[in-house]
């Protein structure tokens, strides 16, 4: 790994998803990515020549765990700050990914790039909003977690970079629904939601949602994804539900059937 990115963190992980399938190198403090990058890519319905843009790329786990699920894509990723951006290309090498990196504000695509149009757009935007939340005394993962541009200009943005009848997936927290909704425009249609409970009888904590550019179809309200077995955590031991285990170790996909 080259010098600059080791002496831009104090400590870097090099960690597994999908079985070992990804191998992605991030910041031991800081923002790391985890079960939400690995559920979004396997809800993207993405084919073999495709082209997909990821806004907020981060370190391309998400990008990455796509990549290794669908061959022949062509991958590009927008990532704001320089440190991560840096990783993800060295973790796009790493995975022999077709993987470009813009180290760019989303708000200010370059023209390049706003000359394309892509199959697919995914984005795991900042969970919390800025105006309402405590910041993090770690920079990285204050943007990452809180960023200060608007959920409707990453959902605009993502939208103007479809091909008509392309795909918008994203994964949110459930508190932000309503506003995430309220952000689709009449570019997007055919929208699902899929919430995502930890345990059966829980409260949804995230949500994935997919809409669709010049979509016409009505509005869908899937059943949560169960996360986890049981009814509470009982033991210091792996629980998932065989399904999702199948999604966060063997890298299947998670379909937007009901």
Not at 34 to 52: F, I, P
Not at 145 to 173: F, H, N
């Amino acid at each position: 790994m080259p010098r600059s990115t080791l002496a831009a963190f104090e400590t870097i992980t090099k960690d597994d998803f999908l079985g070992r399938k990804v191998k992605v190198f991030q910041p031991k403090t800081g923002y790391r990515a985890g079960v939400d990058a690995v559920l979004l890519a396997a809800s993207v319905e993405a084919k073999s020549g495709q082209r997909v843009l990821e806004l907020g790329l981060g370190v391309g786990t998400a990008s990455l765990c796509l990549d290794a699920r669908v061959s022949g894509l062509s991958l590009t990723g927008v990532e704001l700050q320089k440190n991560y951006a840096e990783l993800a290309r060295e973790n796009a090498d790493t995975n022999k990914a077709d993987l470009t990196v813009i180290q760019a504000d989303l708000t200010e695509l370059p023209s390049e790039l706003r000359q394309v149009q892509f199959a697919h757009v995914i984005m795991n935007p900042p969970y919390f909003d800025r105006a309402e939340g405590a910041s993090s005394d770690d920079p990285g993962r204050d943007i990452a977690v809180g960023g200060a541009t608007d959920l409707a200009e990453w959902i605009s943005v993502g939208a103007k970079r479809l091909l008509p009848k392309g795909y918008l997936t994203l994964i949110q927290r459930i508190e932000r629904l309503p506003e995430v909704l309220g952000a689709t425009n009449v570019k997007l249609g055919s929208i699902i939601v899929r919430p995502i409970a930890p345990r059966t009888g829980r409260s949804p904590n995230l949500f994935l949602m997919q809409a669709r550019h010049s979509g016409r179809a009505p509005f869908r309200m899937l059943p949560p994804l169960v996360m986890h077995e049981g009814d509470a955590h009982e033991g210091d031991f792996e629980s998932y539900r065989s399904d999702v285990k199948a999604i966060l170790r063997d890298g299947a996909h998670l379909g937007w059937d009901a």
